[in-house]
C-alpha cells in the first residue's frame, strides 16, 4: 500500500462561522506538542482568516467550492476565495503536482444538520479509505459520506493533496461552539495522527478491504414556488434524522400550511445533511444516499 506520509495538514476554519476547526486550530497553535508524531510534520493553519474574522461562512464565495484545477489556473477567477485559494494552493499543493507540498489534509468542518461525527470523502486514494476504515474501527459512531457532486474535478479544499477528507460534526449552529464535538473532532484527529505514525513506522499490517459508506445520489431541494421561495419546509419526522431510512410513504416535507409532503419513489434512501443551514443559498434540504458496502 502506498505508505509514507512526510506532510499532513490540518486546516480549520475555511468556513469561517463553523467554529470547532477554528478553535481547535487555536489550541493545537498553543501546544503544537498534541499534533507531533513520529516521522511526519503537521502543519494546521486557518485557511480563510478574513471570514472567520467577520464570523461569516465566506466573504465572496464558498472557499471550499474554489479548488477545481480549471478555477485555480483561471486568472479572471478573482473574488476574495478565488485569489486565497490561489495562495492555500500554493502552500498545500499544488493540486495535481507529482509532489505536493504535503500528502495529506483533514479539512474540519461543522454543520447545523444532525451528521453526528462524519467524514466526507470524495474519490478517495486507497491510504484515504484505509485512514476512514481506521477511524471508523475506533470510534464506531463515525459515518462516511461519499461526494459525487463533483468527482470529475473536486472544488474541495483536501482535493490539493493526494489524501484526504473533510470532517463534518453536528449538529452545531454556525457562529457555536460545542464542546462535546469539540473534544469528538479533536479525538478523531489523534486517531488519524496515530495511524498514520503506526503505519509510517510499519507497525500497522493491517489492510483493511471494505467499508460501509453513505453513497451520494442526489441534491434534493425544497418546494418552490414560480419566484423561487420555499413553499415546505422539512418534515418534523425528519428533523435531525439523518442517517436514518426513508422509504416510499413517509413523510418528506410539511407545507407552510401544514400539509404533508410524501416521499414517493422506490428507492429506500438515507437523507444527510438535512435542513443545513449553509445549503438554503445553494438550493439543498437535503443529500440522500445509498447505504452499502464497498471494496477499498
Ligand atoms: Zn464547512
Known sequence: MQNMIKKLAIT????????????????FKKN??????????TIIMHNNLKAMQKCTRYIDKDLNRT??????????????????????????????SEHPNVDFIVDLHSTTSNMGLSIVIDEGSKLTWQVAAYLKEMEPRVNIFRWKGDTKDVSFVNSIAKNGFAIEVGAIPQGVLRSDLFFDTEKLIHHILDF????????????YTSIEIYDHI???DFPRDENGDIVAMVHPSLQDKDYTKLKKGDPLFITL?????????????????INEAAY??????????????IKI
Open 12 to 27: 480549520g476554519g475555511t468556513h469561517g462561522n463553523e467554529l470547532t476547526g477554528v478553535y481547535l486550530i487555536n489550541k
Open 32 to 41: 503544537p506538542k498534541l499534533i507531533q508524531r513520529e516521522g511526519f510534520e
Open 67 to 96: 479548488f477545481k484545477t480549471e478555477d485555480l489556473n483561471d486568472p479572471n477567477k478573482a473574488d476574495y476565495e478565488d485569489l486565497l485559494a490561489k495562495v492555500i494552493n500554493a502552500k498545500l499543493g499544488p493540486k495535481g
Open 196 to 207: 498514520i505514525e503506526k503505519l509510517n513506522n510499519k507497525k500497522f499490517q493491517k489492510n
Open 218 to 220: 442526489e441534491l434534493l
Open 257 to 273: 400550511e401544514g400539509e404533508d409532503i410524501i416521499y414517493d419513489k422506490d428507492e429506500e434512501v438515507y437523507p444527510l445533511f
Open 280 to 293: 438554503y443559498e445553494k438550493g439543498f434540504a437535503m443529500c440522500l444516499t445509498q447505504k452499502k458496502v
